[in-house]
């Protein structure tokens, strides 16, 4: 059995077709606990013609996703708590997938399926030829190679992992990435590839928020740069494990690598000047190469990244389209 959360602002548009896509899942022994988190825009008025008695709406003054996850995880009645934001969306077998896993691996502390990445006017189309590998993963290693593991709308966890590691925590960005590093310290991390999860990327994304975090400020410490990296940062002497450490120190490299893309794409000169001085270990020749750039003219600069963007997801785009039949 699931207890489903959805931390629920300002998402009027789209919470009710993400609610559809929960309430229409094959598994269909679970409950599903929507918290409002202070909605100004009458989110919750779209759910009003909802009467499937799984449903419960639980509201609160606006305290942020972390606190409204924590919120329905305390609320929930069953062992089991999968996660969906507000606009993102399900395939109907995402919750009997999510099964399998929890089958396949009961003592994992963190569960995950795969999911596609697309726009909210784009179609939520998911692979046809969509069989799942189930397995134990090593967190930080996938996560460093930019794999797409999992994300907040494809994890679950055993009631446990909340009881004896905490909770969500109030960073104004990226708690779920803080979350599931916590959780691969100390839990096996077991996956399924199979993609069962739309993320639905608009102009709000976390990637955006986290940048915009670091917007005009002088960056003076690594920690600055991201709630995860300060958090890893903080855990990093007590990590006995050699080969953990190693894969942290990896799982770190991949995160500069994208504070300094964000930043370029941004335009947040402060950051880029600052990034030499906290880089933990050499950064590779691409980033090195935008930090040079960031010494320019910022208007030359600013040229020139935007060049390398669009020249970028150009290259993207006919990869892609050489892999359409």
């Not at 919470?15 to 009458?42: K, Y």
């Not at 009997?96 to 189309?125: F, K, W």
């Not at 691969?184 to 940048?211: E, F, I, Q, W």
Request: some cysteine; hydrophobic content about 45%.
């Amino acid at each position: 059995m699931f207890s489903v959360v959805i931390p629920l602002w300002n998402k009027r548009q789209a919470i009710a077709s993400t609610v559809a896509s929960v309430l229409g899942q094959t598994w269909r022994d679970f409950e599903l606990i929507v918290v409002d988190d202070g909605s100004t825009d009458g989110s919750t008025d779209a759910l009003r013609h909802v009467e499937d008695p799984r449903l419960r709406r639980i509201a609160q003054a606006n305290a942020g996703p972390g606190a409204a996850r924590n919120r329905g995880i305390e609320e929930a009645r069953h062992d089991w708590i999968a996660f969906l934001d507000a606009d993102d969306i399900w395939s109907p077998d995402h919750l009997a997938e999510l099964g399998r896993v929890r089958l396949a691996h009961p003592h994992a502390g963190l569960i995950g399926t795969s999911y596609v990445v697309r726009n909210p006017a784009e179609a939520h189309d998911l692979p046809r030829k969509n069989e799942g590998r189930i397995e134990i993963v090593d967190y930080f290693t996938q996560a460093a190679r930019g794999d797409r593991v999992f994300c907040a709308s494809s994890a679950a966890i055993p009631r446990r992992t909340y009881d004896e590691l905490g909770g969500f925590d109030d960073s104004p960005a990226g708690q779920d990435s803080v979350y599931w590093a916590r959780i691969a310290l100390d839990r096996p991390v077991a996956v399924s590839s199979k993609v069962t999860a739309v993320y639905r990327h608009g102009s709000d994304g976390l990637s955006v928020k986290a940048a915009a975090v670091v917007r005009g400020a002088e960056l003076r410490h690594a920690r600055d740069l991201g709630a995860v990296i300060a958090f890893l940062l903080d855990r990093y002497p007590a990590i006995r494990s050699a080969d953990m450490r190693e894969a942290v120190d990896r799982y770190l490299d991949f995160r500069f690598r994208l504070a300094t893309r964000n930043a370029a794409r941004i335009g947040d000169f402060l950051t880029l000047r600052g990034l030499p001085r906290v880089y933990l270990r050499s950064p590779p020749l691409p980033e090195r190469l935008i930090l040079a750039l960031a010494r320019l003219p910022r208007p030359l600069a600013r040229v020139v990244y935007g060049l390398g963007f669009k020249a970028k997801a150009l290259l993207r785009s006919l990869k892609r389209a050489s892999r359409m039949p």
